[in-house]
């Protein structure tokens, strides 16, 4: 953008940013950061996403530069420190076939709600901050006086799950809903889950199924991870011996009212006694839950966290085999790479 045009563009009161053929903030106008509640400089160099992390903006952003054609974006969710609730009209004109002008209308404000599910779980983050500053602390201590290197393995386990849902609770109580996103390995991830799961007082036998070939997707790491945990636990608490953590590409996938080419999956798979049929059409609802001890709000949470990262939760179940589903967006430039654009 040339300098005379970019001073004219830093006068408007429509939201403009432009992105490069990687789809990051090259540069965004005021107007744009003061509807998004960013700071000028931290925009720059993010990905897209973390401007508009709806996922159609970015696939249609990435075909943009591909087919060099202008795009409109009706309806896309904001997300940001003054644009909660709220939804802009988003249009992507090429300049170029390396950037793009992004071009953000904000639509009349729809009046705030909070979901039932969201005060649950903002009261629930106050409840559990001080037992698990009580737990670090003791973490800490047993880390200091083992002298076994693999119980102090365990106490640092112990010291950093109990941060991750300290940050948790505290991005609840403080209203911060936005995902902290990055470039997630998923490989890493089910990893990482295998070390939790190990952990438990009596874990199941672990097998391995993955696709060597996923890429990484932009995503908020600990959420992903809180999901694939729940998922896990329960099937350890429904009565596993055995769990599958498999990963794959899967291409034909609806997810809501979009028809994905191209999608990442991970499955925990499970050889428990299945969903009891009474549950199964209320399964993701909060505070359903089938066992006496249950809460109800696990899998209600990892349906939300798909839903914020443009994915969505499935299972299929029957006695002796259930399958939970975990489908994530392929990244659009990895699809335009192969072919295989998300559509």
């Not at 295998?194 to 672990?206: G, K, M, T, V, Y």
């Not at 070939?213 to 011996?241: K, W």
């Amino acid at each position: 953008m040339r300098e005379s045009s970019r001073e004219w563009a830093e006068q408007m009161s429509t939201g403009l940013a432009l992105v490069d053929g990687q789809l990051r903030v090259q540069w965004i106008n005021p107007a744009l950061a003061e509807l998004l509640g960013l700071g000028l400089r931290h925009a720059q160099g993010q990905h897209l996403t973390g401007l508009l992390p709806d996922a159609d903006v970015v696939e249609q952003a990435a075909r943009c530069l591909v087919e060099q054609r202008s795009v409109q974006c009706r309806g896309v969710a904001l997300s940001g420190m003054q644009s909660d609730g709220l939804r802009a009209d988003v249009s992507l004109q090429p300049l170029n076939a390396e950037s793009v002008l992004v071009e953000v209308h904000a639509l009349a404000e729809s009046a705030p709600t909070v979901s039932p599910l969201s005060a649950t779980l903002r009261g629930f983050a106050h409840e559990v901050k001080n037992p698990l500053a009580g737990l670090r602390g003791a973490a800490q201590l047993l880390q200091r006086r083992l002298d076994d290197a693999d119980m102090q393995a365990l106490a640092a386990l112990v010291i950093a799950e109990a941060d991750r849902l300290t940050a948790l609770a505290n991005r609840l109580l403080h209203h911060d809903g936005a995902p902290q996103l990055g470039a997630v390995n998923l490989h890493q991830l089910l990893e990482r889950l295998s070390d939790l799961i190990q952990a438990e007082p009596s874990p199941p036998h672990l097998r391995h199924d993955y696709d060597p070939s996923l890429p990484d997707v932009h995503g908020d790491a600990d959420r992903l991870l809180q999901v694939m945990l729940n998922l896990a636990r329960n099937a350890i608490e429904a009565g596993a011996r055995t769990l599958t953590l498999r990963s794959r590409v899967e291409h034909g996938v609806r997810v809501g009212d979009r028809m994905l080419r191209s999608a990442l999956r991970l499955d925990v798979l499970d050889d428990g006694p299945g969903v009891p049929p009474v549950l199964r059409d209320t399964l993701f609802e909060p505070l359903v839950s089938g066992r006496a001890d249950g809460t109800g709000l696990g899998l209600a949470i990892s349906r939300e966290i798909a839903h914020e990262h443009g994915g969505e939760l499935r299972y299929v179940s029957r006695p002796g085999e259930t399958v939970f589903s975990l489908y994530l967006p392929l990244p659009p430039r990895v699809s335009a790479a192969s072919g295989k654009n998300d559509g």
